[in-house]
């Protein structure tokens, strides 16, 4: 999957088209492994691409986190328009590399901008989204508690880049609450036998902009704990990005993802890929 | 005890008595007026190169324009000028300046400065300084 996407990627790019758009590079943000833009884990409130005021942005993206016991690849198709409406359809697939077999869910991803710019405005940026999931191996969540095998994440987030903040430095605060019956988002299936409530959970990422191209941060992201055969751990990891242009970036990151399954301190690395085009 | 306490008293006046920061840090930075100047030259050379923006000049005076911009960024960035134009909100009124037109001009400004090897400290600065204008610029 990936070299075809990176040297499909690479050529798109030595064609020096003018699709770029007009957002300032790296502001469209990377994409999460659920598809939308932002972190590596965490939706922010960007709008992915480079599409500015009235104009369309694509994103495709790939990405791979690779922990002792699991293998999660992620890959996906993002559309923007006016730099507020976000539409992103998503594929995950989790490998059980010690268990065997595998699980996969699909993912539609909304979001819509409601206020500010995150470069502009005092207020921080403000977007709010929708992720309708639907997992495609219910087996096995089924066997382990699970009690539907689709939901829908609600959230909230606020980004805000401050010019110059630390060390002569851009610096990039995002903040998301979101709300949601998953376990594992949902790899693990949705709701459980005894509690089928949406629980209320807090992400946050930190990015320190070294330059316009290069950025480097860390991402917290709480989890739900209501399976009862196995802990469900908080996520986190660190991360390096490089904004190639504003076709191309790569982030490669370090993630923490705690207990999975009863497989514990599952740690390992992340990279994603990311290509896009604005009309 | 009492030498270290001392050495520590005098530690701490060597740091506190450190030069401040000079008013017109960012304006040197820059390069002055001849920065400046170079930078202005640079950012008019790629609005002239934007179908996307260049309409919004089709009626300007240029040579006006640029002294405005030159005196308005000296003045900004701690420079000895005064900015002698309109106000940003009276100057952009009725141009219908878009969001992508803003983003537009921020991008050839990181441009130019990159390409005059202005310090990525000192470019956002001048961003910090520019962004809040944002409101008096578009959709007027």
């Given at each position: 999957m990936k070299k075809p996407l990176l040297s499909t990627a690479l050529l798109l790019c030595s064609?020096?088209?003018?699709?770029?758009?007009?957002?300032?590079?790296?502001?469209?943000?990377a994409t999460s492994i659920e598809g939308a833009a932002g972190g590596g884990i965490v939706p922010w409130a960007v709008i992915n691409?480079?599409?500015?005021?009235g104009q369309w942005s694509v994103t495709g993206y790939a990405s791979q986190v690779g922990v002792d016991d699991f293998t999660l690849n992620s890959k996906g198709i993002g559309l923007s328009y006016d730099n507020k409406y976000e539409l992103s359809f998503g594929r995950q697939e989790l490998k059980l590399?010690?268990?065997g077999g595998e699980l996969n869910q699909q993912i539609i991803g909304l979001k819509y901008k409601i206020a500010g710019e995150?470069?502009?405005?005092?207020m921080p940026q403000i977007s709010v989204g929708l992720q309708l999931k639907?997992?495609?191996?219910f087996a096995i969540p089924a066997a382990v508690g699970?009690?539907?095998d689709s939901g829908t994440d609600i959230y909230v987030a606020a980004s805000k880049v401050w010019f110059d903040a630390l060390w002569g430095r851009n610096i990039l605060l995002n903040a998301t609450v979101r709300g949601t019956k998953g376990q594992q988002t949902g790899l693990l299936g949705f709701g459980t036998v005894s509690n089928d409530d949406y629980q209320w959970v807090s992400e946050f990422s930190a990015v320190m902009l070294l330059n316009p191209q290069w950025a480097v941060g860390a991402e917290f992201k709480q989890k739900p704990?209501?399976?009862?055969?196995a802990r469900e751990d908080h996520w986190r990891d660190v991360f390096v990005a490089w904004?190639?242009?504003?076709h191309l970036s790569l982030v490669a990151g370090h993630v923490d993802l705690g207990s999975i399954a009863t497989f514990e301190h599952q740690t390992g690395y992340y990279l994603a890929l990311e290509s896009t085009w604005s009309f | 005890m009492v030498v270290l306490i001392r050495s520590a008293l005098l530690l701490l006046l060597v740091g506190c008595s450190s030069?401040?920061?000079?008013?017109d840090w960012l304006y040197q930075q820059l390069g002055a007026e001849t920065g400046v100047t170079r930078l202005v030259d640079g950012l008019l050379v790629e609005i002239e190169q934007d179908p996307q923006i260049v309409q919004?000049?089709?009626?300007?005076d240029i040579p006006r324009f640029r002294k405005l911009l030159i005196e308005q960024l000296c003045e900004l960035s701690?420079?000895?000028?005064?900015?002698?134009?309109?106000t940003m909100q009276e100057s952009h009124t009725?141009?219908?300046?878009t969001q992508a037109d803003f983003d537009n001009l921020v991008d050839h400004l990181i441009k130019v400065m990159t390409a005059q090897q202005v310090p990525v400290g000192a470019q956002n600065r001048l961003l910090a300084k520019l962004a809040p204008m944002y409101k008096d610029v578009v959709y007027r």
């Open positions: 064609l020096n088209v003018a699709a770029a758009g007009s957002k300032v590079l790296a502001t469209g943000g691409g480079y599409g500015s005021s590399d010690t268990m995150l470069l502009y405005s005092a639907k997992q495609l191996d699970a009690r539907h704990n209501e399976l009862a055969f904004f190639a242009n504003k | 030069a401040p920061e000079p008013k919004h000049f089709a009626d300007t701690g420079g000895p000028c005064r900015y002698s134009g309109a009725g141009f219908q300046i």
